[in-house]
């Protein structure tokens, strides 16, 4: 097929549905839940395979550690200083943007939050009663051993799980506002 | 085969999950239309796989240059 083949529109500009903020609600929980809310069923259980399957195939590439928040307790505290002002990026972001991304793929990141809030990684925590270690920040030996040793998969897995974090924000997008129209953006690229 | 040694590299065979799922969810967040969201997909893939290929082919002659 050739990259001339043209997009067809969709047949029918008018929305069946109304999409709206309930569905992004429901969307950043569960991705493709607000679609489902809406009546758009197939596409939402599209959605929801796909984010999730890569979600968890990236979680499975790291040997399940790589979705964490760190403490970093003891580490430098990083300020950002646009046009003189002074903004302090908490430490946890900081040492870890990663998880700026893979916690819009909703409750499936947040064991991490949980885990955070809860067992600091500088000291020897047990392993918590329902969640185990998932998604808690590894110790330092361990995320040495897991970047040195292995063949770059648990670097492949955490970059699934950002992009996965990221698909669902245009996931959120639809259920809040509907696809964007192909015509628009040809209409708009004809203006240009 | 030394040619092709760079496949031996465990995780050239995780892309193609990557180019489905990328193209699947992109496409489908552009339109409500089943045949419009596999065409679309479809073009996203092809895109994907030739940006991709590039690179990798780039990288091959550059190491026979050497």
């Known amino acids: 097929m050739s990259s001339t083949t043209s997009i067809p529109e969709d047949s029918n500009t008018e929305l069946s549905y109304e999409p709206g903020l309930f569905g992004a609600i429901l969307s950043f929980l569960i991705p493709g839940l607000g679609q489902i809310s809406q009546g758009r069923i197939a596409k939402g259980l599209l959605f929801f395979l796909c984010i999730n399957i890569f979600f968890y195939y990236g979680q499975f590439l790291g040997q399940w550690k790589n979705v964490y928040l760190p403490r970093a307790k003891n580490l430098p505290v990083m300020e950002l200083k646009p046009m003189g002002f002074s903004i302090r990026i908490p430490n946890c972001l900081s040492y870890r943007m990663q998880y700026g991304a893979q916690f819009w793929v909703g ?8 885990q955070w809030s809860k067992y600091d990684e500088d000291e020897d925590c047990p392993a918590d ?20 040793r292995s063949d770059r998969a648990w670097d492949l897995g955490w970059v699934y799980t950002v992009i996965a974090g990221l698909l669902n924000i245009m996931v959120i997008y639809d259920a809040f506002a509907g696809p964007v129209p192909a015509q628009k953006n040809k209409d708009t690229r004809n203006k240009g | 085969m030394n040619e092709f ?12 999950i990557l180019i489905v799922m990328v193209s699947l969810v992109y496409s489908a967040t552009r339109h409500d239309d089943w045949p419009t969201i596999a065409l679309e997909a479809y073009r996203w893939g092809t895109r994907m796989i030739s940006f991709l290929g590039m690179i990798g082919l780039f990288l091959y002659i550059s190491t026979l240059i050497q």
């Open chain 1, 107 to 114: 409750a499936s990141a947040w064991p991490a939050i949980y």
């Open chain 1, 129 to 148: 009663p329902i969640l185990g270690k998932y998604q808690r920040t590894p110790p330092e030996t361990e995320l040495n051993l897991l970047q040195n």
């Open chain 2, 5 to 16: 040694i760079f496949l031996s590299a465990g995780y050239y065979w995780h892309l193609p």
